[in-house]
């Protein structure tokens, strides 16, 4: 669930592509999960975070140039890039690990949650104004969780305790997304690539195990996927608004059943897809609600 904002066109054609090009950047978006998965069966979660945002720093930088570096550095906030890009990193190697535990779709599930998780914390921590309508959608999404990640054993109830915490500092790196909404999003793509490697690389040392010829190649598969996403949904909020792509976010966990069907034969069951749903539900009333202040009318 990530995009920014780029304005966007008003018309019927550039709607289409915008909401086309926001389902296909999810399908590859959950691609890269998938090899995440796949890669956790023989490497730490910390090694495989750590190829994750590596292959897709080294394109950045390559791809950027020099001047253009120095213009992606340049940040009105730097202690809130950093908080976030860490905050984001955090979540990536804890539901990577979740992914090595339990079933990529519900794992996608539980991270649904943290829009709701978000609407808690701007109402702590920036002092927002939250309505009853969105509370409800809060607690309704808690319960949806709850339902989803019943402990039925000591492993799945690790991988979803996992997924609850990526959850959450997912929940504020998009918070401090907003404090950094001044900057260039070209900015925030460098620094969120840049810290998270960084701070990866420091523990990767300790889980590392050399990779084989084919390994690294699902590894740079796996960063080369992300940039690929990464552009597919910058594209998309440059052809619709944001309000209108937001709900196309949940198309994520169709493309989680599909290949967690395809490449590991999992398939939720009626309590996965129920708690699923009433997540999703939960997290497309808040998103309604929230659109209805800023549209009324």
Same mark, same amino acid.
């Given at each position: ?18 909401? &086309? ?24 979660? *910390? ?101 989803? &990640? ?47 490697? &960084? ?5 990767? @040392?300790?889980?590392?195990?050399? @990779? ?21 949904? *910058? ?18 966990? &169709? ?43």
């Amino acid at each position: 669930m990530t995009g920014q904002s780029a304005g966007g066109g008003h018309g019927t054609e550039n709607l289409l592509l915008g909401v &086309v090009l926001m389902v296909a950047g999810m399908a590859v978006l959950n691609a890269m999960d998938a090899i995440s998965k796949l890669l956790t069966a023989e490497f730490s979660g *910390i090694q495989v975070a750590w190829a994750r945002y590596t292959f897709h720093l080294v394109p950045l930088v390559a791809l950027a140039g020099p001047a253009r570096i120095r213009r992606m550095v340049r940040t009105n906030s730097p202690k809130a890039q950093i908080i976030r890009s860490a905050s984001l990193a955090l979540s990536a190697v804890l539901i990577i690990i979740a992914f090595s535990l339990m079933p990529l779709a519900d794992a996608i599930a539980i991270s649904f949650v943290a829009p709701l998780m978000m609407v808690a914390l701007s109402a702590r921590f920036l002092g927002e104004k939250v309505g009853l309508h969105r509370w409800i959608a809060v607690m309704v999404g808690f319960g949806g969780m709850l339902v989803l &990640v019943w402990p039925s054993g000591d492993v799945f109830e690790t991988g979803t305790l996992l997924a609850v915490g990526a959850a959450l500092f997912w929940a504020i790196g998009l918070l401090m997304t907003r404090q950094v909404r001044g900057d260039n999003p070209l900015s925030t793509l460098f620094y969120t690539a840049f810290v998270g490697t &960084v701070l990866i690389s420091l523990a990767v @040392p300790f889980y590392w195990r050399m @990779p084989s010829l084919s390994a690294w190649g699902l590894m740079l598969a796996m960063g080369l996927i992300g940039a690929l996403a990464h552009t597919l949904i *910058i594209f998309a909020f440059r052809n619709a608004r944001a309000s209108v792509l937001a709900p196309f976010n949940y198309t994520l966990l &169709v493309w989680a059943i599909f290949y967690g069907w395809l490449l590991f034969g999992d398939l939720p069951d009626l309590r996965s897809i129920f708690g699923a749903s009433v997540i999703i539900a939960a997290g497309l009333y808040a998103w309604h609600r929230e659109r209805a202040a800023k549209y009324p009318g």
